[in-house]
């Protein structure tokens, strides 16, 4: 009887003590729901809000609010993108005391609905990413963002009307760019004309091209041949391929504005198309390009860049298509290089930026000249296989052609900057060098702008290059790290690139199956030995 | 301590003097290079990224797992040495943390023989080794949890056969509650709690993705620690049956 007993109680203390660790576990995981504690173990820190972000946020004097329009009933899958929406916005929260965020389901009640549509927020479809899957559904999922700065009459305003499904990519970039826009407000983003830089009717779209690229800036137009200078808050210059050389007044300009320590970006070409004949045209003759004087050489040397009259050449290109109206063209010459951007050199216009770069370059030369305060550094180029022509050259995109012989292969640089305190490139007009620091870009091609719309490497590094000479670097690494694309360079021959994969897919199976024949055949041996060794004894 | 090394040494022995341990190192080898890698090579365009790899590794752990755990007390209790084991001077939960152990050392060196495949990729790309790592890291977890449920599966069966399939049926479940398909077709609110409570393959996401979370940590931490402290108290159990 008594043994009975203890047996009861050693059973009823088991299951008690089982039950109580099982409780006690449910508990931790309970609490541990409401512990946000994180470890981004990623190389880019792609799920940590950067400095940068946390910056802007704790710049904000008045509250920043965020409204997040969500609907209840989310299709599969979009919960995670919910989730991960709430933790960056706690995260911002946790930077700043001024930053707050609240989530609205406008389906609750009529109110919220029209708060929703007052923002411009409406329901969009959306559909489960899943292969194979039919349920979608139309919901609420985007947010709105107010701020009122200091001294400002009323609030500013952000909306991003649908999320979407790839914010997972890009969001700490979508909220900090707007947050940035707001806080901060937009510098002037001067484009020089005077120069045929493109033909007048163009002009107004090359001008909203800008503007959509160059959100955080206010583009404006600046005719260099007028009396008047840039309006004075100016941050950055453009000059984007002038067909006329610029006259000295017009470089004194330059200089002066180069002189009160802001940035320039010249886009500029070392070739030209020149205009053809009648009778070339009518026979159909490619066009030729010729040396192209931009008059700004002069004044850039001065400052240790210049661009060479010549074409760069370069093995590797990729197919490009050409869209001229409704007709397209695919053009694969070597003129038209495709750059892809160590990861190992690291400038600062370049953090992280994996993606490639399509252009029709011409060589920028630098000088360096020790002893200067100021820094010549190349920032874009070619692969060790490149090769200069000059002009006059026929281009024919239909052609491939080959370097000659005797051509000197090596990497060139298509794309320089310029950072430090700058002499004056016109003696006796002002200072004799920049009151600060000045920056300047230089690149060998007005292609880059113009291929921008489609090639999105082209476009964050014009994005990039333009902050830099603003001297606002917040969104440069925020803005690459949503271009994640790690290449993997598979060698170009399909058998080995079989023998690489049967090699680590049997490699080591096969190893383990031999170190275990092996481990067999030595344990046997060791069990005959032991047989042979106990046999006559046993007999 | 050294009673735990003897008797931790015992059941590697037990692995590799058997062919358990190289059937299913080889089989998850295959399953895991032959599918991963031939989705890593042949994307378009070719990506130095393991999350093709890393997308089923967790479905087959659901089979290889049990399979490494089922022999541990299943096997003991059918050849009688259940009896010898326990007059030991080792613990019962001695016991139990060391027969995990050991099935784990199998585990880890199974997913470590996986290393050829990022290794080879980083030789030919620029690949992210903190997301690579946190993958690894998170498989190792949720491989942890696969084999302290079957470990509590060989501790109530005599039949090795029988503890494996229980346990796999209950790694299934774990693993079907956080799928993404599943929760397509039962209620919203349920299938917040079914991945969350459930989804062991849900937990997994932010480890692939690079994120260490102290949630996922300790979900799959007290499920482990659970699934343990269940299979001890079966053991003890024969003490006051």
């Given at each position: 009887m008594a043994n009975q007993t203890t047996r009861f109680q050693l059973g009823l203390n088991s299951i008690l003590f089982t039950g109580l660790l099982v409780a006690a576990l449910l508990l931790a995981n309970v609490f541990g729901a409401y512990v946000r504690c994180q470890v981004d173990v990623t190389e880019d820190k792609l799920y940590t809000l950067s400095d940068a972000s946390k910056k802007i946020v704790k710049e904000a004097k008045s509250p920043l609010k965020v409204r997040v329009f969500i609907s209840r009933k989310l299709v599969a899958g979009l919960d995670e993108v919910r989730q991960y929406l709430v933790d960056t916005l706690d995260r911002y929260k946790d930077a700043s005391s001024n930053f707050t965020w609240e989530l609205i389901h406008p389906e609750d009640s009529d109110a919220k609905e029209r708060l929703a549509k007052e923002y411009g927020i409406r329901k969009a479809t959306y559909q489960t990413k899943q292969t194979g899957s039919k349920e979608s559904?139309?919901?609420?999922?985007?947010?709105?963002?107010?701020?009122?700065?200091?001294?400002?009459?009323?609030?500013?305003?952000?909306?991003?009307?649908?999320?979407?499904?790839?914010?997972?990519?890009?969001?700490?970039?979508?909220?900090?760019?707007?947050?940035?826009?707001?806080?901060?407000?937009?510098?002037?983003?001067?484009?020089?004309?005077?120069?045929?830089?493109?033909?007048?009717k163009a002009l107004s779209q090359l001008v909203k091209m800008l503007g959509q690229f160059f959100k955080?800036?206010?583009?404006?137009?600046?005719?260099?041949?007028?009396?008047?200078?840039?309006?004075?808050?100016?941050?950055?210059?453009?000059?984007?391929?002038?067909?006329?050389?610029?006259?000295?007044?017009?470089?004194?300009?330059?200089?002066?504005?180069?002189?009160?320590?802001?940035?320039?970006?010249?886009?500029?070409?070392?070739m030209a198309l020149q205009k053809q004949r009648q009778q070339f045209q009518m026979q159909r003759m490619p066009p030729i390009m010729m040396p192209h004087n931009t008059g700004l050489n002069d004044l850039l040397w001065k400052w240790g860049v210049k661009v060479a009259g010549n074409f760069v050449m370069d093995v590797g290109q990729k197919p490009l298509l050409i869209r001229r109206g409704r007709q397209a063209q695919v053009i694969f010459h070597p003129a038209l290089l495709n750059i892809r951007y160590s990861r190992r050199l690291k400038a600062p216009v370049t953090p992280f930026l994996a993606s490639s770069l399509d252009l029709k370059a011409a060589y920028v030369s630098s000088k360096i000249q020790p002893g200067k305060k100021f820094r010549v550094?190349?920032?874009?180029?070619?692969?060790?296989?490149?090769?200069?022509?000059?002009?006059?050259?026929?281009?024919?995109?239909?052609?491939?052609?080959?370097?000659p012989e005797g051509a000197k292969r090596a990497r060139y640089v298509v794309a320089a900057m310029v950072e430090g305190t700058l002499p004056s490139a016109v003696p006796g007009s002002g200072p004799t060098e920049s009151k600060s620091m000045s920056r300047l870009v230089v690149v060998g091609d007005f292609d880059l702008l113009k291929l921008a719309a489609a090639v999105p490497g082209n476009r964050i590094f014009l994005q990039n290059l333009v902050d830099w000479l603003a001297s606002d670097e917040t969104l440069v690494k925020l803005r690459n790290k949503q271009m994640q694309e790690r290449e993997l360079n598979l060698p170009s021959s399909k058998p080995k690139r079989y023998m690489i994969q049967l090699a680590n897919i049997l490699g080591m199976p096969i190893l383990l199956v031999l170190f275990g024949i092996i481990w067999w055949r030595i344990r046997l041996s060791r069990r005959r030995t032991a047989a042979q060794e106990l046999g006559p004894r046993r007999s | 301590m050294y009673k735990t090394w003897t008797l931790y040494k015992r059941e590697m022995g037990e692995y590799f003097n058997s062919p358990i341990a190289y059937i299913a190192i080889v089989v998850f080898l295959l399953l895991a290079g032959g599918w991963g890698l031939t989705k890593i090579f042949n994307a378009e365009p070719p990506r130095a990224d393991m999350r093709p790899l890393f997308e089923l590794m967790p479905m087959f752990m659901v089979v290889i797992a049990p399979a490494l755990a089922m022999r541990l007390l299943a096997e003991e209790k059918s050849s009688g040495t259940m009896e010898l084991l326990i007059t030991m001077p080792v613990g019962d939960w001695q016991v139990v943390l060391t027969k995990f152990m050991a099935a784990f050392s199998v585990l880890l060196l199974m997913v470590l023989f996986t290393l050829p495949f990022p290794i080879t990729v980083a030789k030919m790309g620029d690949l992210d080794w903190g997301v690579t790592l946190g993958s690894y890291a998170g498989l190792l977890l949720m491989g942890a949890c696969y084999i302290s449920i079957g470990l509590l599966a060989s501790s109530w069966f005599r039949s090795q056969v029988v503890a494996f399939i229980v346990a796999a049926a209950i790694c299934f479940v774990f693993w079907v509650f956080g799928w993404d398909e599943f929760t397509k077709i039962i209620p919203q609110r349920a299938a917040a709690v079914s991945q969350q409570v459930f989804g062991l393959d849900y937990h997994f996401k932010n480890f692939a993705k690079g994120i260490i979370d102290l949630r996922d940590i300790i979900y799959y931490s007290s499920i482990a620690a659970c699934c343990l402290i269940l299979s001890g108290q079966s053991v003890q159990s024969r003490k006051w049956r």
């Open positions: 559904r139309e919901l609420y999922f985007g947010l709105a963002i107010s701020y009122k700065r200091p001294g400002a009459d009323k609030e500013e305003m952000e909306v991003i009307p649908n999320l979407g499904w790839n914010i997972q990519k890009n969001l700490e970039y979508l909220l900090t760019e707007r947050f940035h826009r707001l806080v901060r407000g937009r510098k002037k983003v001067a484009l020089v004309t005077g120069h045929n830089e493109v033909p007048p955080a800036y206010e583009i404006v137009q600046y005719n260099i041949r007028g009396t008047k200078p840039p309006p004075a808050d100016t941050e950055v210059m453009m000059v984007l391929s002038p067909k006329t050389p610029w006259t000295a007044a017009e470089r004194k300009k330059l200089n002066s504005f180069v002189m009160q320590g802001k940035g320039v970006l010249f886009l500029l070409e070392g550094s190349p920032i874009l180029l070619t692969s060790p296989q490149a090769w200069t022509v000059k002009g006059p050259y026929m281009f024919n995109p239909q052609r491939r052609d080959r370097p | -």
